[in-house]
């Protein structure tokens, strides 16, 4: 039965997380929430992964979840649900693209959609900085206002926000300096 659980809930993920794999975010942080297959951190340390790593993040995701859950077998099924629809999707509009494409309200549907993925990655945005940059957790326990920030994270972030809009480098540069400064830290 985990088995069929997985590969519906991650069709039905690859099936509306339009607009790639931080689009997913949000749809795997309320899977998280209904089946506690995966934790808030888990998805944070998946998200951090699957950045670092080839591949597609939602597809990283998907298959670090399945394979959490239930195995190699669940990483094959929820890597297959989550490509599935975007698979159908493409052949089905690649079809009759040439022949609408310059339709208006085929047009109108491509413009609607934009803002919907924005907001849909907007939302990851967030929620990977409320758990990176927040110890809710914490703040939580002692009730001290103090200890809702996570100050070594927001200093990284900081840091890396400013090298980045300067020196514009390679992501993957500063992806490898953030590990090693983790590992520091921690």
């Given at each position: 039965m985990i088995y069929l659980l997985l590969l519906i809930e991650f069709f039905?993920?690859?099936?509306?997380?339009?607009?790639g794999g931080l689009a997913t975010l949000?749809?795997?942080?309320?899977?998280?929430?209904?089946?506690?297959?995966?934790s808030s951190y888990d998805l944070i340390n998946m998200i951090a992964i699957s950045e670092s790593t080839p591949g597609p993040i939602g597809i990283n995701t998907a298959t670090f979840v399945g394979y959490k859950t239930a195995g190699i077998i669940g990483s094959v099924l929820t890597t297959l649900g989550i490509v599935t629809p975007s698979i159908i999707i493409i052949i089905i509009i690649a079809h009759y693209y040439m022949k609408f494409s310059e339709e208006p309200i085929v047009r109108a549907s491509l413009n609607g959609i934009r803002p919907t993925v924005?907001?849909?990655?907007?939302?990851?945005?967030?929620?990977?900085?409320?758990?990176?940059?927040?110890?809710?957790?914490?703040?939580?326990?002692?009730g001290v206002l103090l200890e809702l920030l996570n100050y070594k994270a927001i200093v990284l972030f900081a840091i890396l926000l400013y090298l980045i809009i300067k020196y514009k480098k390679h992501p993957i540069l500063y992806i490898i300096a953030s590990g090693i400064i983790g590992i520091i830290l921690k």
């Open positions: 039905k993920i690859g099936l509306f997380a339009i607009g949000p749809f795997l942080q309320e899977l998280a929430e209904k089946y506690h297959w995966i924005i907001g849909l990655i907007a939302a990851a945005g967030f929620e990977v900085a409320k758990i990176a940059l927040l110890n809710i957790n914490q703040f939580i326990k002692t």
